[in-house]
């Protein structure tokens, strides 16, 4: 069945130009501006998370499993920063953003949101499997030292195989949520009509879409070497992949 063949929710998205990546990225940054103290103050719990990942895979003498694991974050990130919809929301309103927005953003998400929350964590529990299956294969020993986290000639073949074996499943999520979620967010369609909707999307749109995975990727993969950046870098992303949605599905075609 081809993608023009599904069910449309009537919502339907229109075409992005790659410059379309460049403006959400722009919009992102003056949000995060507009609202650094609470933007900060979200980001800067993964990026606690994201320092302790990397001493923690030290400690356990498993440096090599550290970029899989921040490459982990792309599969959750969409579901995660959620909760900054309602900062985004309240800035382009003209209104001064603080933590009950955030609180109000979580609890108004809908059942379809976290729907797709329990499907994000599945597949990176597939993805932790297969992974931990071609480290015991490839690698098979205790491994430590900063260096040992980037991709290197001694583990270099663990990190491809971890790279396409993790890039498809987040390839997959990132077709089905990149939409889906602000979409169900602004109850502007049901679980199904949404994910439709994101996978046509990114077929009508497939080098803006294709880019801004890229920046996504590219952004989490190199805070690695300098976690606490995420503290900045994941509220910016948020903002920035809300307007980028937005460029896509703009408000009017509700």
């Known amino acids: 069945m081809s993608v023009k063949a599904l069910p449309s929710t009537g919502v339907g998205p229109v075409h992005c130009r790659l410059v379309g ?15 650094p103290q609470i933007s900060l103050a979200y980001g800067g719990v993964f990026a ?3 320092t302790l990942a990397v001493w923690g895979m030290q400690w356990l003498r498993l440096a090599p499993l550290t970029l899989p694991l921040f490459g982990g974050f792309l599969l959750v990130g969409p579901v995660v920063l959620a909760g900054l919809t309602g900062v985004a929301e309240a800035v382009r309103a003209d209104r001064s953003p603080d933590f009950a927005c955030v609180v109000t953003a979580w609890r108004a998400t809908p059942r379809g949101v976290w729907a797709l929350a329990s ?24 491994v430590e030292g900063l260096a040992k986290v980037l991709p290197t000639a001694g583990w270099l073949s663990f990190h491809l195989s971890a790279a396409v074996s ?6 997959v999520v990132f077709v089905v949520t990149v939409h889906a979620v602000p979409l169900l967010h602004a109850r502007r369609a049901s679980l199904v ?4 909707d994101s996978v046509r999307a990114n077929f009508a749109s497939p080098l803006a879409h294709m880019a801004w ?15 606490p950046l995420l503290a900045v870098v994941l509220p910016w992303l948020a903002y920035a992949g809300a307007a980028f949605h937005r460029s896509v599905f703009p408000p009017e075609t509700a």
Not at 21 to 35: F, I, N, S, Y
Not at 124 to 138: K, P, V, W
Request: hydrophobic share 65%; charged share 10%.
């Open 21 to 35: 990546v460049r403006q959400a990225l722009g919009e992102g940054w003056r949000v995060l501006r507009r609202a």
């Open 48 to 50: 606690l998370l994201g």
């Open 119 to 142: 499907f994000c964590v599945l597949v990176f529990f597939i993805a932790a499997g297969d992974i931990g299956t071609l480290y015991s294969f490839l690698v098979g020993q205790p």
């Open 166 to 171: 993790g890039g498809f499943l987040a390839a």
């Open 193 to 196: 009509g949404a994910v439709v």
């Open 213 to 227: 995975a890229a920046v996504l990727a590219v952004c989490v993969f190199g805070m690695i070497l300098a976690p």
